[in-house]
């Protein structure tokens, strides 16, 4: 079976760069496949255009879809899963891929009636953040990422959905060193264990 990664940080000097790294190693160990679409690497085009946007808010299909846009699609549908990793930046995805969404989720593809998008087995999210899950949880930070990431953005794309965050991880925190292995053997079981029996 195979996930599509969807990997979202502007430095390989980063600890979401291992979540990413010891994720894969967990889908190789169950032999599973995956592709990646390196977001930063790539320098996927962020800014949805005007034609873009008359496209998806007049919900004209006849308006053509760009190429980059297209090859995400394919592969969605080529995949079983799909999973997110990046690190929070503002409560939310990078600006990066909160762009992936808007140019990918495209009307006809993602939303609207007779949808081309294949409902996948699995939808996941890894994001490491500096504060803690206690801060989390009482500012309601995590209800927000829930609503948005799981609710909102997998919603019934996927057949099961699930929001890990690796906590603790800035740099000035003694929690990142002190956490550091649990989250990545966090990450390897998530990618082990992602596709179950299938
Ligand atoms: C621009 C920026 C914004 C950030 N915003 C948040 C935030 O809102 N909440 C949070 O918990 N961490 C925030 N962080 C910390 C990142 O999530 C942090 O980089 C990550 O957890 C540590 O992993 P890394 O070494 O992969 O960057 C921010 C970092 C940057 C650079």
């Given at each position: 079976?195979?996930?599509?990664?969807?990997?979202?940080?502007?430095?390989?000097?980063?600890?979401?760069?291992?979540?990413?790294?010891?994720?894969?190693?967990?889908?190789?160990?169950?032999?599973?496949?995956?592709?990646?679409?390196?977001?930063?690497?790539?320098?996927?085009?962020?800014?949805?255009?005007?034609?873009?946007?008359?496209?998806?808010?007049h919900y004209?299909?006849?308006?053509?879809?760009?190429?980059?846009?297209?090859?995400?699609?394919?592969?969605?549908?080529?995949?079983?899963?799909?999973?997110?990793?990046?690190?929070?930046?503002?409560?939310?995805?990078?600006?990066?891929?909160?762009?992936?969404f808007n140019?990918?989720?495209?009307?006809?593809?993602?939303?609207?009636?007779?949808?081309?998008?294949?409902?996948?087995?699995?939808?996941?999210?890894?994001?490491?953040?500096?504060?803690?899950?206690?801060?989390?949880?009482?500012?309601?930070?995590?209800?927000?990422?829930?609503?948005?990431?799981?609710?909102?953005?997998?919603?019934?794309?996927?057949?099961?959905?699930?929001?890990?965050?690796?906590?603790?991880?800035?740099?000035?925190?003694?929690?990142?060193?002190?956490?550091?292995?649990?989250?990545?053997?966090?990450?390897?079981?998530?990618?082990?264990?992602?596709?179950?029996?299938?």
């Open positions: 079976m195979q996930a599509f990664i969807v990997y979202a940080h502007p430095s390989e000097d980063s600890f979401t760069r291992h979540i990413r790294d010891s994720f894969m190693a967990g889908l190789e160990s169950s032999g599973h496949s995956y592709i990646i679409s390196d977001l930063y690497k790539m320098n996927f085009k962020s800014d949805i255009s005007e034609a873009e946007y008359l496209r998806e808010a004209r299909r006849e308006v053509s879809v760009p190429a980059d846009v297209i090859a995400e699609h394919e592969k969605i549908n080529s995949s079983d899963a799909i999973v997110f990793i990046f690190p929070l930046f503002w409560s939310d995805a990078p600006a990066k891929l909160v762009g992936w140019r990918v989720w495209t009307f006809g593809f993602a939303y609207g009636e007779n949808r081309s998008m294949k409902q996948l087995e699995k939808g996941l999210v890894l994001c490491s953040a500096g504060n803690t899950m206690e801060y989390f949880h009482h500012t309601g930070i995590l209800n927000a990422l829930e609503k948005v990431m799981l609710e909102d953005r997998l919603f019934d794309r996927v057949k099961s959905k699930e929001l890990i965050i690796m906590d603790g991880t800035s740099r000035e925190n003694p929690l990142r060193e002190q956490n550091w292995d649990d989250h990545l053997e966090r990450a390897f079981q998530a990618g082990a264990g992602i596709l179950g029996g299938l």
